[in-house]
């Protein structure tokens, strides 16, 4: 068998699963999605599904948890640009320099009475919670109502969460975790975080 004809053959046969596949997803309801892991590019991921679903005219709310204090890139963007948007940021910056866990606490609640508010707005197509899971993993937020929050959303909405950990049970609650795994990072070399790359 020729190199074509063996390239056609594995092209043919893997259409033919891929063409399964999605035949056998049958069922048509909003997403959930964790992208989690030690590696760059968890909120760079969720803005870039944001970019989509503003191509096709959804909605969209961002709920940012930590991150704040200093402007990046993306808030910029999306308060200058982006006027159908609504992003709420916590504001506290790192809670490894604010050093108030009492204040943090308030902080994360505040926050999260915004998040809740959007994940019960039938009108959100898609609502992103960044950072979230340090709330959870440093037991700011009950991890039982921010589950339940999550699963019993409106059935169209679709909910980006990002963020290192999270834990076991929001992984399982859920439809899809994506890990981001660090490999090698420039940080590690001593080399600044960069404006429009890092933020």
Do not use: C
């Amino acid at each position: 068998m020729d190199r074509t004809t063996k390239h056609n053959k594995a092209m043919a046969k893997q259409k033919a699963a891929v063409d399964e596949g999605i035949a056998k997803a049958d069922i048509d309801r909003g997403v959930s999605v964790l992208l989690t892991g030690d590696g760059k590019g968890k909120t760079s991921s969720a803005f870039g599904m944001v970019m989509r679903a503003l191509g096709y005219g959804q909605r969209v709310g961002i709920v940012q948890f930590i991150k704040g204090e200093q402007a990046s890139g993306e808030e910029l963007f999306v308060r200058e640009q982006l006027p159908t948007v609504t992003l709420y940021q916590m504001g506290t910056g790192f809670t490894w320099d604010t050093q108030d866990r009492e204040g943090d606490i308030s902080a994360a609640k505040r926050t999260w009475a915004q998040a809740k508010g959007m994940l019960n707005d039938d009108q959100y197509d898609l609502v992103v919670l960044d950072e979230l899971t340090y709330m959870l993993a440093f037991d700011y937020l009950p991890e039982a109502e921010v589950i339940a929050a999550i699963t019993g959303r409106p059935t169209s909405q679709s909910v980006i969460l990002t963020g290192r950990g999270g834990g076991q049970a929001l992984r399982e609650a859920v439809d899809t975790v994506s890990e981001v795994k660090e490999i090698k990072h420039a940080y590690r070399a001593g080399i600044r975080a960069r404006q429009g790359v890092d933020y």
